[in-house]
């Protein structure tokens, strides 16, 4: 698992360790703003998942990875060979879903929990009283883009994603790691994320999670923020003065900040 999945340990050797689990489309490299601070009082252990970066892409699986909880079965299989115990697992978007699955699973194993920017379901659900942010025919549109313009997909969603102008620095990095990504990969993957809904497995949750949410995300309502904070035990909501789905890129000191004063408050 630790070459298959490019994973890399830094940081302080015998500190608590921290875990991040990017999101789709990217890579570990998406952190590179956040851990070197936290690196400074914490083992860090970052990773690529299955299918991006610099895995292994043969070792995807679309049977495997379905749903999220193949690649919350590869984090926990990270977490054993490297002996660890009591890991904060620090995840973004579906990294996030990935995380909390994971703690679901093997609560012995996790502190605690710091979702970045999640999103149980991202498919409305009006019977439920439930507003994910799409309704299901924007996100057939949404994915039926991607499988007909990998590129196209990339350059145009972006800065949406990241809140910021197309050529500024995380809407370009985003439109790279994107581009970088394989496209059937991309496809399965993109579909994985977008609809799978892990709501129930969100209000089960096993371990405390500090959820930060930016006050203007375009994929994530603050409706959803509010949900998370109502059904989710031992959550605390934390909301970022900040534009876009990654504020780990765009306003990293925040979520440094925001990481540091949590695990100390614990």
């Not at 292994?56 to 977490?79: E, F, K, M, T, V």
């Not at 699955?101 to 970045?116: C, E, G, I, T």
């Not at 970022?240 to 765009?250: I, K, N, V, Y």
């Amino acid at each position: 698992m630790l070459t298959r999945n490019k994973v890399v340990v830094s940081g302080l050797a015998n500190g608590k360790a921290l875990i991040f689990i990017h999101g789709f489309g990217c890579d570990q490299s998406m952190w590179r703003q956040v851990v070197p601070d936290l690196a400074e009082e914490f083992q860090i252990v970052t990773y690529d998942l299955t299918g991006m970066g610099q895995s292994d892409l043969s070792a995807y699986d679309p049977h495997r990875y379905a749903n999220p909880r193949g690649h919350a079965q590869d984090l926990l299989a990270i977490i054993e060979e490297l002996g660890l115990d009591e890991v904060v697992l620090v995840g973004h978007s579906i990294g996030a879903t990935i995380a909390l699955l994971a703690a679901n699973l093997a609560p012995d194993k996790v502190s605690r929990l710091v979702l970045v920017s999640p999103n149980p379901c991202f498919v409305n659900a009006p019977a439920e009283g439930y507003r994910g942010g799409f309704s299901h025919e924007e996100l057939e549109e949404l994915i039926a883009f991607l499988d007909e313009n990998h590129l196209g997909w990339a350059a145009q969603m972006a800065p949406t994603i990241a809140g910021q102008p197309a050529g500024a620095p995380a809407a370009d990095e985003l439109t790279q790691g994107f581009c970088r990504t394989d496209p059937t990969i991309a496809q399965h993957f993109g579909r994985v994320t977008f609809f799978s809904d892990e709501r129930s497995a969100f209000a089960q949750v096993s371990r405390p999670a500090l959820i930060l949410h930016c006050n203007d995300d375009a994929l994530v309502p603050m409706a959803v923020a509010e949900w998370m904070q109502d059904r989710m035990p031992g959550a605390t909501l934390q909301v970022l003065q900040a534009t876009g789905h990654c504020p780990h890129m765009t306003v990293p000191a925040d979520v440094i900040a925001a990481i540091r004063s949590y695990l100390e408050d614990g």
